[in-house]
């Protein structure tokens, strides 16, 4: 079984929602924190929005806040993206991933998950 399998991806119109899922098989010893990564269509990866394993901390970037919603459901190694009022610029490869620190970043992931497409039509 994947460590990390994502859900909920799919082809959606401006201004609709989106939940992204997470399922994680089991949490290592060292993971730390959760977070969402996207790559847009030629673009470079980026990171989206990040939690702490607690659930206590949170990140976003700013294109997505006030819109996206991250959260996590540690006792069953769930973790989520809200994703309202979507955009044209939205649309990318969602990836979710585990890291062994806080604050998250690109070079301390310690698993990714496969991605999951999140289109948005204008």
């Known amino acids: 079984q994947a460590p990390l399998v994502e859900s909920g991806g799919g082809l959606v119109q401006t201004g609709d929602s989106l939940r992204l899922s997470c399922a994680a098989s089991?949490?290592?010893?060292?993971?730390?924190?959760m977070g969402w990564f996207r790559q847009p269509p030629g673009k470079r990866r980026e990171l989206v929005a990040a939690?702490?394993?607690?659930?206590?901390?949170?990140y976003y970037t700013t294109a997505v806040e006030g819109r996206f919603t991250i959260s996590i459901d540690n006792t069953n190694n769930l973790l989520y993206l809200q994703m309202n009022n979507l955009k044209p610029s939205d649309t990318a490869d969602y990836y979710c991933?585990?890291?062994?620190?806080?604050?998250?970043?690109?070079?301390?992931?310690?698993?990714w998950g496969q991605g999951t497409l999140v289109t948005v039509s204008s």
């Open positions: 991933a585990a890291s062994n620190r806080w604050p998250l970043d690109e070079g301390h992931i310690e698993v």
């Open positions: 089991a949490r290592t010893f060292e993971t730390s924190s």
């Open positions: 939690i702490s394993w607690s659930g206590v901390s949170t």
